[in-house]
């Protein structure tokens, strides 16, 4: 026959109760006894105090024995006198040992009878403790902690029901974020190859414009005029100012010939809009790298976020990890518990 878990707890609490009723009447018991011989030993000290000596004692050995007499007679009020319980009686024994082996030869030597009759009552109060405590060892049960260690299993079965759900709530929130990041790459991607076609346009443009424009500068030396000073210095001139450079062109078109003169029919036809056109396009490519950046700073974020999210990860895995082994152990410590409960008990004990 076995008993559930719960059942052999209460009948252990019975049990117990009755076990500390019994072990308040074994201590209300023995501590009358010990109060009776303390009794006696303080009656048989003061007949040792009274005691006359013997006559026709050499001086100088009566002297050294009643000296003997009145420090072990005062020793042991001292001692006794400070007794009013059984821990008290406990932690006193050393003392009153002590005072037993150490007493004086000449007060023995004297007062033979009353000292052994001291001595008999203080080895019947020792005998009378250690009968205590072995009766006490008979009754007293360990205090099992099989209570306390099944709400901290529970508590901890919870912590790690929550624990669980957190780091699978983490896992499937950071497949989300790969997704995330995965279509973020494919946002960015389209945009980059839209920035560099802006930019070879834009290059295309600007070469192609420079290349008509550089074709001028050896007409426009010889003629010496300085308003076309910062053109020879750089041909990039035609495209940061273009309505100045085709105003050049047009006051020195006159004396301009041959393919000279093409480069500058083709310049005045198409240098504005070739210039509205670069302008268009650097619009476009600032509103592209704005997009890229806005693409990039929110990659980064959540670079970061998953970063975070890994790092909360392992501190899970690590805290759940713990959890376990701390739950493993604390059911090692119930089994143990069980096992003593079981032979307190007589029977077996199903943990359920």
């Known amino acids: 026959m076995s008993l559930k878990l719960e059942e052999a707890i209460r009948k252990y609490e019975l049990l117990r109760k009755q076990r500390e009723k019994e072990l308040e009447e074994l201590k209300d018991h023995y501590l009358k006894r010990v109060t009776e011989i303390i009794r006696e030993i303080l009656e048989a000290l003061d007949e040792l105090e009274r005691k006359e000596p013997p006559k026709d004692v050499d001086p100088h050995l009566l002297s050294i024995a009643l000296r003997e007499r009145n420090a072990y007679v005062s020793a042991l009020r001292r001692i006794l006198g400070g007794i009013n319980s059984l821990e008290e009686l406990e932690r006193r024994l050393g003392e009153i040992s002590k005072l037993h082996v150490g007493h004086g030869r000449y ?38 902690k099989i209570v306390g260690i099944k709400r901290e299993m529970d508590e901890l079965r919870g912590r790690i029901s929550q624990t669980e759900r957190e780091l699978k709530a983490l896992v499937e929130y950071s497949k989300g974020l790969g997704s995330e990041k995965t279509s973020e790459k494919g946002e960015l991607e389209p945009l980059e190859e839209k920035e560099n076609e802006l930019q070879v346009r834009i290059r295309t443009l600007q070469t192609e414009i420079r290349s008509k424009a550089s074709k001028l500068q050896k007409p426009l030396k010889r003629m010496r005029i300085p308003e076309a000073s910062p053109f020879l210095e750089d041909t990039s001139y035609s495209l940061r100012y273009p309505e100045e450079f085709l105003e050049l062109l047009k006051m020195v078109y ?44 929110a990659s980064r974020r959540s670079e970061e976020l998953a970063l975070e999210v890994r ?21 090692g410590e119930l089994a143990g518990e069980i096992k003593v409960l079981e032979r307190i008990l007589g029977e077996r004990v199903e943990r359920g």
Not at 108 to 132: G, H, M, P, Q, W
């Open 107 to 144: 007060l023995i030597a004297l007062f033979k009878k009353d000292v052994y009759r001291v001595n008999r009552l203080l080895k019947e109060l020792s005998e009378v403790y250690t009968e205590y405590t072995l009766k006490l060892r008979e009754i007293s049960l360990p205090d099992l």
């Open 254 to 297: 006159p004396s301009l010939d041959g393919k000279s003169k093409k480069s500058a029919d083709w310049l005045i036809k198409n240098l504005p809009s070739k210039i509205e056109e670069i302008n268009t396009l650097k619009e476009q490519l600032e509103t592209v790298r704005r997009e890229i950046e806005s693409a990039k700073s």
């Open 311 to 331: 790092r909360k990860i392992s501190e899970l895995e690590e805290e759940l990890k713990k959890l376990r082994s701390h739950y493993r152990s604390i059911e």
